[in-house]
C-alpha cells in the first residue's frame, strides 16, 4: 500500500492563479479530509468527505472547493490563490469515524506571491 | 463549539526522565474520541495514542501513557523514559459528532542527551 499521497510536494503561485492539490489513498477508506497547518495555528480542518459524493465544509472553507467522485480520491482547488493560503496542507484518510487511525499524507508546502 | 487547548508552547525534557503534557477540551457531546498526535522534524503526522470517551481506564502504548479526565476535560499524555527521538510537535485533537477534527496548537518537545 502506499497509502495517502499528496502531489505536489511544493508549489508556488501568483495570486489569483487558481490550482488543483491532489490527495489519493489506496486503503478504500471512506473518511478523508483537507487540513491546513500555519505556524501557531496546529492543523485546522478545510473539508471533509465522509464517502464518494458526499462532502462537507470544515472550519476554513472560503476559497477552496472539494469533491469525491471516487474513493480513492479527493482533490483541493484553489479558486484564485491569495498570500493568505500560504500554508502547509494535509490530506489525510480513515476506514471509519473515531475507532480507526487517521493517516496522514506528507504535505504540500503551498506558497501564493 | 468545541476547542482544543495546549498551553504549553514548548516543554523539554532530559533524555531517560518522564514528561506530561497538557491538553484540555471542551464539547457538548457525550460521544466523542481524543488523540495526541506526533510531528516530527518530517512533517509527517503520526498518530500517538488514543482514547475514547466512554472508556474510563486510560490508554497506554508502550512508554506513552494518558491521564483521561473527564469531568475536568483534561486529556494529558505522559512520555515515560524519554528518548531523542520523541523530540516533536505533539498535537491533542478531538473527535465528536460529525467528523470533524479540532486540534490544538501544539507543544514543541525537546529531549536533552
Redesign the interface.
Known sequence: NAGVTQTPKFQVLKTGQSMTLQCAQDMNHE?M?W?RQDP??????IH?S?GAGIT?Q??VPNGYNVSRSTTEDFPLRLLSAAPSQTS?Y?C?SSYS???D??Y?G??TRLTVL | AQT?T?SQPEMSVQEAETVTLSCTYDTSESD??L?WYKQPPS?????VI?Q?AYKQQNATENRFSVNFQKAAKSFSLKISDSQLGDAAMY?C?L?SG?????????TRLKVLA
Open positions: 473518511y479530509s487540513y501557531g495555528m496546529g492543523l485546522r480542518l471533509y465522509v462537507d470544515g472550519e502547509v494535509f489525510a469515524w473515531g475507532t487511525t487517521q496522514f506528507p504535505g | 482544543v495546549q466523542y474520541y488523540f512533517r509527517q503526522m503520526i498518530l488514543r475514547e498535537f485533537a473527535l460529525t467528523y470533524k477534527y479540532i486540534f490544538g496548537t501544539g
